[in-house]
């Protein structure tokens, strides 16, 4: 007997899903036996959180829509942070939850509350299951979590409707096809800035990744000679060894400081997807509203963080075709060598340091050692944005974070996601500071029983190190940033992993390499000194 549970499924299944992640509840039973059936694996998480961060990085891994399964209340209340990353920083999750029947609901309050009330704000749509219509609705909810910008979407099924016969069979899954470049009205002001310009620049974004349009960048900027400025969700669309690539923008003001007047130079600046949601404030209207800025985007955009001269609604490979036609193949770019000068203090500014150890040594230290397969995650503070700087990518999604909501405790489930679903089992690497381990140590548990290899690198300073640095440039005095030291290779022994206390140079690159031989997790606990940002990033 089909049921409703089973027509989700099925439709999932046919979406390219795999795997499914959560904690269930008793509202929840029968919608994970239909994923079982389906043949999607039920991951069992230490909490909803961790178990959306997850399919994330599944996601990354082979491209399917991430699946979330929550229980009715504290479930659904507990996935609030993670569905809003989704929403924030542009991931298809499906999110299941389970509910009561609707004439129950009326006389039954236990746990009860309306959850689609409470997600909408932060979700592409919210559905509740119907039988009769399940497959119609399914084909909605992961069209709608797909196209364009990728998103959340909720799914609230009720009880009788997982359960009940359904005779449904559902239809097969066709993604929505990309759109190809309108014919605006100021198609041609477009093209001719492009052709005329001497100093043209690219910013690409995570719309860019998304796409796939990595290729088409690295082609057209090496054919021009055009540098390359990403976001740090962008790192990696060109190989960022190549002399054009300019490396990961917009959460370091030490980095602004250097790429802002290269930007000011530029006359003509070409936005490839760029969504401006992960920058700081120091990117909010950083050219003049008449500047030769031109925006390639799927979407209307609406943020209000800067104005541009042409807005081309479409995809970005459909884009760099018009553009490449438009403009003489020999033609260079920047007769000065401007973007040369850049990176080159680029590098200088993020070097290691001087006395040869801190988190610039570590991050260089483990880049270099570690093989060019290795994605990295990290997770938010000072650790991230000096990460993001110096972690250098080789292709798209070589670096994994949480950089428009920009929240904490992401770092270690989206590398556990990411490992679980590569099939190859490439080498993951996440950093993180100690706040941040400390927010989801119970996951280590799932890490052991998933026998992942995956490895953990925490940069222990005792401290919430970004927030203190902004209390002391605003001359505030030292408030609740400051916490006591945890035992981290003792947490990770007691959880069935290997790990080890840092603090040189060499010990570090000889227990970095020995985390590769190991069939379960490390954990390198790296100390540095209190203080050990300043001026960094």
Known sequence: MRTGADVIAEKLK???????????????LAL??????????????????????MAEGGWHADGAPGVLLATLGPGVANAINVVANAWQDRVP?????????????ESYTHQVFDHQQL???????????????????????????????????????????AESACDEVPSAWRAPAPAGIAEAADLQIALDLFANAQKPLVIAGVDAVNEGAGSAITEFCQRFSVPLVTTYKAKGLMDERSELALGGAGLSPKADAILLPLLAESDCVLLLGYDPIEMRVNWRNPWPDDAPVIDV??????????????????????ALKLFS???????????????????????????PEAEGWGPATVFHTLRRVLPESTTATADSGAHRILASQIWKCYAPRGMLQSSALCTMGCALPLAMGRSLVDEARAPVIAFVGDAGLEMCLGELSTLRDLQLPVIICVLVDRSLSLIELKQRAGQRRNLGVDFGETDFPAVAKAYGGHGVWIEDLKALETEAVSALGRSGFTLLACRINDRSYDGRI
């Open 14 to 28: 046919l979406a390219g899903c795999r795997h499914a992640f959560g904690i269930p509840g008793g509202e929840v």
């Open 32 to 53: 994970m036996d239909g994923l079982d059936r389906a043949g999607l694996r039920f991951v069992l998480v230490k909490h909803e959180n961790a178990g959306g961060f």
């Open 119 to 161: 997600l909408r704000p932060i979700v592409k749509a919210s559905f509740t299951a119907r039988t009769g219509a399940i497959d119609a609705m399914m084909e909605k909810a992961i069209a709608l979590a797909t196209d364009g910008q990728p998103g959340p979407v909720h799914i609230d099924v009720p009880i009788k409707v």
């Open 93 to 105: 999750l499906i999110f299941l939850t389970g509910c009561v029947d609707a004439v129950d609901a």
């Open 297 to 318: 985007t799927p979407i209307l955009r609406t943020h209000g963080m800067h104005r541009c001269r042409v807005e081309l609604r479409g995809t970005v490979s459909s």
């Open 325 to 351: 036609r438009s403009r003489a193949p020999d033609a260079r770019a920047w007769p000065g060598n401007e973007p040369e000068t850049t990176r080159g203090q680029l590098e200088e500014a993020f070097a």
